[in-house]
């Protein structure tokens, strides 16, 4: 059972335009979400992050939004450009004391310049 | 900024062997480290948990004999593939938190593991 979703395998955004990258959760215990970026034959790096108290974090190009509610969540970049080509992965913790993160299956985003 | 290193990077064994992957915080102190495994175009899968100085807490459906981590101290975990074979292979990612601070976790930069 997925607890962390991304629908979208793949996007393709032009240079300078905004790339959404969507992401749904399932588990209501989780209180902390994660958005990574990966290169191939790297480790993840980590981008952004939202507390569940929180709707909103922005951080330079990069926002995400969080809809408790709707159990959603996503990631805004803009402008995009060619070096934000890469896989996306939106990942969640628990509340447990090891702050375990669930990751989600990633959306590949190709910005064209 | 934190850094986590992971070694090898790549290996490649026959089948039957045992490999050992280390996962290292180079600047602090991980009492808790993870260790994840990617299969081509797939999500990273959490396996286990590693805690400093205690067993390590696997998920559902990871074989502990056939998985061993040894977290001996708060800059070390290690994952040993035992007698790997060909479906072994994948890539291994390991993560750590500081235990000192808010931060999300780091990642090292991952084993690429092919069994012939």
């Known amino acids: 059972d997925q607890q962390v979703k991304q629908n979208s395998p793949s996007l393709s955004v032009q240079e300078g335009r905004i790339s959404i990258l969507n992401c749904d959760y399932t588990n209501s215990m989780f209180d902390y979400f994660l958005w990574y970026k990966k290169y191939p034959a790297e480790g993840p790096t980590f981008l952004i992050s939202?507390?569940?108290?929180?709707d909103k974090n922005e951080d330079g190009r990069f926002t995400v939004f969080l809809n408790k509610s709707a159990k959603h969540l996503s990631l805004h970049i803009v402008p995009s450009q060619p070096g934000d080509s890469a896989v996306y992965f939106c990942a969640a913790r628990q509340k447990t004391s090891y702050d375990k993160v669930i990751f989600g299956p990633g959306t590949s985003l190709s910005v064209i310049p | 900024g934190a850094v986590v290193s992971q070694h090898p990077s790549w290996v490649i064994c026959k089948s039957g062997t045992s490999v050992k992957i280390e996962c290292r915080s180079l600047?602090?102190?991980?009492?808790?480290m993870f260790w994840y495994r990617q299969f081509p175009k797939q999500s990273l899968m959490l396996m286990a948990t590693?805690?400093?100085?205690?067993?390590?807490?696997?998920e559902q459906g990871v074989e502990k004999d056939k998985f061993l981590i040894n977290h001996a101290s708060l800059t070390l975990s290690t994952l040993t593939v035992t007698s790997a074979h060909p479906e072994d292979s994948s890539f291994y990612i390991c993560?750590?938190?500081?235990?000192?601070?808010?931060?999300?976790?780091?990642f090292g930069d991952g084993t690429r593991l092919s069994i012939l």
């Open positions: 600047d602090f102190q991980a009492t808790t």
């Open positions: 993560s750590a938190r500081d235990a000192l601070s808010n931060q999300p976790q780091h």
């Open positions: 590693s805690n400093e100085g205690s067993k390590a807490t696997y």
């Open positions: 939202i507390s569940s108290i929180k």
